[in-house]
């Protein structure tokens, strides 16, 4: 697969003054929607975890506007609005709203679930308003709709492709009774569809507002200039690099299967204000769950170009247009359907992590520490404690970030391409029948060096009342595969996972599995930290009496 040129328009000129204003108007708006998601959600994981993104279009579906939310999914969400177009084209009308998750028509794993709605002004498309957000349970085997052991999609839940939510502003009640019937939690799923469709609805308004103050031309014209001028500032920061050719590789532990350890191998070469990126080198799609869809391949790209090559820049998909990306179909990293994806997430993160190396490879003085990429994911059929329904609960736990040239790694946070807190202890035992034992900082997990790498997570969670089937998963457990430091900084602790029965007994535990677990069983993480970055004889007194006090080490 090749990124091509786009074309770009040659827009009537408009004075930068109306052009700033007017971009940031539909900045400020995808923001707005995202905190009217926020605010109107009902699971943890939207409310609480902030697992969404919002962002606006134009008519034909290129992101020019985007709330930073979560990379893996604002890179891919254009993707799915050219679905809707291919699949609808003129039987697109006013108040529709539209649904997709499925990952090969451009949306990334069955739980990300993709709303968008076309804006109409004077009964013609003028741009979209659309939403991602991790939904937790859309059926299929394990609650929660994620495992390593998957085979295929079907397996993973409800594969919805571009069809309608709401049809010309009356909701499709089929589709609905529909989704209620096949999901473990479908108060909790159906809430959150209607909150995504509240935020959508919010950043219409918000465009027919900019088209009334400046006008559907100007508007235009704003839209088709945010994207070329991020374009420019790709190609200008491109020039002003050296050309030159650059690789590296990173490995999962396994192929979600218990199978041998995956390779994610990207190769890179700039030449000019150009960038050609190729990940041929990457081993065949895996038997398990761990297969990336191009959409979140493609959010990687845009995800670790944008922090490498111009991190200053805002991020549309102007950005592409600098890029050539060979990846052929039927790798890890580009699988042929249907392959399953529902843990892809920890393989885009090995691969945003390779994709820097290989950019530092290139251009050494951007090497940084690497970050956690173990991506620990914990997924719950449990249940409400007061009303003793049945509940979904999906955790995610962060680790360390890499150290640079600047100063220290960040502590416990998700990192690279996710961008989502871990649950708070409270959220998790009044809305499931688990208890969090313990969340806290790992002292030695970072990496040392001039610069220590942040430190990795411990958290523990016991199944209270009743057994309950539960998904855990994770990367790096694998001791050579920890995150490495830089410039001879010293890599970061390894994750490791620990399973603690009733009677006490504690035992190893795999990287990933789908199991149940009795009541009292615990599961206990911990994270990998991050890289370090520099000769750690360089580190200054005060920073290690520093370390020495807070007990970091």
Same mark, same amino acid.
């Given at each position: ?16 003054v ?9 900045q400020?708006?995808? @923001? @707005?929607?995202g905190?009217v998601l926020k ?13 969404f ?5 134009? =008519? ?10 979560i990379?893996? %999914? ?18 697109? %009308? ?5 649904? *997709?998750?499925h ?9 990300d679930i993709?709303i968008?709605a ?16 991790h939904?937790?349970d /859309? ?8 495992g390593?052991? +998957?085979?295929?999609?079907f397996?993973?839940?409800? &594969?919805f492709?571009?069809?309608?939510l ?9 589709l609905?009774a529909?989704?209620?019937?096949n999901? $473990?939690?479908?108060? #909790?799923? /159906?809430?959150?569809?209607? =909150?995504?469709r509240?935020? *959508?609805h ?6 027919l ?7 559907r ?14 374009e #420019?500032?790709? $190609? ?9 050719e650059? %690789? ?8 979600g299967r ?16 150009? +960038?050609?990126?190729? +990940?041929?080198? *990457?081993?065949?799609?895996?038997a ?10 493609r ?14 820049l805002g991020?549309?998909?102007?950005l592409?247009?600098?890029?050539d &990306? ?9 699988p042929?359907p249907?392959?399953?994806?529902s843990? $892809?997430?920890n393989?885009?993160?090995?691969f945003?992590?390779?994709?820097i ?19 620990? *994911?914990?997924?719950?059929g ?26 220290d ?5 998700d990192t690279?391409m996710?961008? !989502?807190?871990?649950?708070?202890? @409270? ?6 029948s688990?208890? &969090? ?7 030695? #997990?970072?990496?040392?060096? %001039?610069f ?20 855990f998963?994770?990367?790096q457990?694998?001791?050579d595969f ?13 994750t ?13 535990a795999?990287?990933k ?5 009795d009541a009292?069983?615990? !599961? ?13 004889g360089?580190r ?7 370390? /020495? ?5």
């Amino acid at each position: 697969m090749t990124m091509q040129n786009a074309q770009t328009l040659a827009p009537r000129q408009i004075d930068p003054v109306t052009f700033e204003v007017a971009a940031a108007g539909l900045q400020s708006a995808a @923001e @707005e929607m995202g905190s009217v998601l926020k605010r109107s959600s009902y699971s943890p994981i939207i409310r609480d975890m902030d697992d969404f993104s919002c962002a606006l279009f134009t =008519a034909s579906g290129d992101l020019v506007a985007q709330a930073d939310y979560i990379p893996a %999914q604002l890179g891919a969400m254009s993707l799915v609005v050219k679905s809707v177009l291919d699949r609808w084209g003129d039987r697109i %009308q006013e108040g529709d709203v539209y649904i *997709c998750n499925h990952p090969y028509l451009g949306a990334m794993h069955l739980p990300d679930i993709n709303i968008i709605a076309p804006v109409f002004l004077d009964g013609t498309l003028l741009a979209w308003a659309g939403t991602a957000a991790h939904h937790i349970d /859309v059926g299929g085997v394990n609650p929660g709709s994620e495992g390593p052991e +998957l085979q295929d999609l079907f397996g993973e839940g409800l &594969v919805f492709p571009p069809v309608r939510l709401s049809i010309a502003g009356v909701e499709n009640e089929d589709l609905i009774a529909l989704v209620s019937d096949n999901i $473990r939690d479908p108060l #909790s799923t /159906v809430s959150d569809l209607r =909150a995504q469709r509240a935020a *959508c609805h919010l950043g219409i308004r918000r465009v027919l507002e900019l088209a009334e103050r400046y006008g559907r031309p100007t508007l235009e014209t704003v839209m088709a200039q945010m994207l070329d001028s991020v374009e #420019s500032g790709v $190609r200008t920061a491109l020039r002003n690099l050296p050309d030159g050719e650059g %690789q590296a590789e990173g490995f999962l532990d396994d192929d979600g299967r218990d199978g041998a350890p995956t390779r994610i191998h990207v190769a890179v070469r700039k030449e000019g204000d150009r +960038l050609i990126i190729d +990940l041929s080198g *990457c081993d065949p799609q895996t038997a398990g769950a761990m297969n990336v869809p191009w959409a979140s391949t493609r959010a990687g790209i845009v995800y670790g170009v944008r922090a490498v090559v111009a991190p200053a820049l805002g991020a549309n998909d102007g950005l592409l247009r600098a890029l050539d &990306v060979v990846a052929p179909q039927g790798i890890v990293l580009n699988p042929l359907p249907p392959a399953a994806v529902s843990i $892809r997430h920890n393989t885009c993160q090995r691969f945003a992590d390779t994709l820097i190396r290989a950019l530092s490879d290139l251009w050494p003085e951007k090497a940084v520490g690497s970050s956690t990429v173990s991506f620990f *994911c914990f997924n719950a059929g449990s249940t409400d404690p007061f009303t003793g329904r049945p509940a979904v609960m999906a955790d995610v736990v962060g680790g360390g970030t890499g150290a640079t040239p600047f100063g220290d790694g960040i502590d416990g946070v998700d990192t690279y391409m996710s961008n !989502v807190g871990v649950m708070p202890a @409270e959220v998790v035992e009044t809305n499931y029948s688990i208890r &969090v034992l313990k969340t806290e900082f790992v002292a030695g #997990s970072q990496g040392e060096g %001039q610069f220590n790498g942040g430190l990795g997570l411990r958290r523990e969670y016991m199944i209270l009342d009743h057994p309950q089937r539960v998904t855990f998963y994770s990367e790096q457990t694998h001791e050579d595969f920890r995150p490495s430091g830089a410039a001879g900084g010293s890599d970061g602790r390894a994750t490791t996972i620990t399973l603690v029965d009733p009677s006490g007994r504690e035992i190893v535990a795999p990287s990933k599995a789908s199991t149940t677990l009795d009541a009292g069983t615990v !599961v206990r993480v911990e994270t990998a930290g991050g890289g370090g970055y520099g000769d750690p004889g360089l580190r200054s007194a005060e920073d290690r009496a520093a370390d /020495v006090a807070d007990g970091r080490l």
